[in-house]
């Protein structure tokens, strides 16, 4: 396999083998191609390291059991750089290349809704990580997401802090982005079926460098919980210690980011005992343990929902081309949505005719540090 991507200096080498030619197969040349648009630059290129590196876990293995439709399988990585132009960018570049079968999008909705008018376009199958429920409902039928969405975090998140913590008062802190305002209605919508109240509904800017102003409007509250949607991890960590250096200590039950591992890099202690809902818990399923080992033997981290996600989206979509026995996109399409009973590292992936494939959220804590799995919350699709 090789990884291709702009100013990416560790590329993998890989012995390939010269393939049986399928006849269903479309796509042309020695090799399956799909294209990747991950953050190389910008405020989350940690992060879209081990994006990267989670698809290339998965395409490794998939290429020792025998490639897609008989050939070695390459992705194809461009920069989106963190930003909604960089997206765009980078997917057209990538879809100018004809021999290019499917795609990986981003974790970030704002991301994915900036590049889903050319993904409607083009007609190619794009995985997504991205959270806001309106990304498979906006009539885009390209659009596959291997995260549950967030009108089932919003339901978890309310449902621990109110019935299992016991805390009625919430202040709900978002981004003002399609995600966070998307995550902040999920979760108020949801505190209002259980009768709890919403007593700060609070926005923020991405990339901003001062909380001092939304700390002190949660203080001032009178809230005695907290519940937060936040897009990037850097902001994350700087409003965690900014909320604990300002006297701050209700409970606090976040998105997913809260778990990111560049978002505990960066708050540390200031995100101990805080708990989350995580797509990805290492010791919530058999699968999701095995996915933990392969990607700690290989980077010597732990793994989270940057890398478990494309991980997951790779081995779905190689077995989905494998079993349509074609590249035809419509083909691909079918195969996908037909996916059930699949276990991910993620969860079970069980697709609805939306294109959400996962339908449930974990719950864990930040025990010192360590993230722990408390339980799984499942919901019918």
Known sequence: MSLTRRDFAAGIVAGLAAPAIIGRARAQGATIKIGMCAPVTGPAAESGGYAIK???????????????????AELIVEDDQTTNPGIVLAFSKLASQSDIVAFLGSIRSTQVHAMAPDVLKLGKPVMIGGTDPNLTHMGNQWLFRFRPNDSYSGGVIAEYGTNTLGKKKWAVLHSTDAFGTAGGKALSAALEKLGASSVLDQGYANNSQDFTPVVLAIKQSGADILGSYFTFEND?????????????????????SIVNITALKLAGPALYNTYGVADYAEDSSDASKAF???????????????????????????????????????????????????????????????????????IVKNDKGKIVFDKHIEFDN
């Open 54 to 72: 989670g698809a290339k876990i998965a395409l490794d293995a998939v290429n020792k059991a025998g490639g897609i439709l008989g050939k070695q």
């Open 236 to 256: 994350l960590g700087i409003f965690a210690r900014q909320l604990r250096q300002l006297g701050v200590n209700i409970p606090w039950v976040g998105s997913p």
């Open 292 to 362: 933990g080992k392969l990607y700690r033997d290989a980077t010597k981290v732990a793994p989270d929902n940057q890398s478990s996600w494309t991980y997951d989206a790779i081995n779905v979509l190689s077995a989905a081309i494998n079993k349509a026995g074609s590249t035809d996109p419509g083909k691909i399409r079918e195969a996908i949505l037909a996916t059930k009973k699949f276990p991910g590292a993620e969860g079970e992936y069980n697709f609805d005719q939306n294109g959400d494939g996962l339908h449930g959220y974990n």
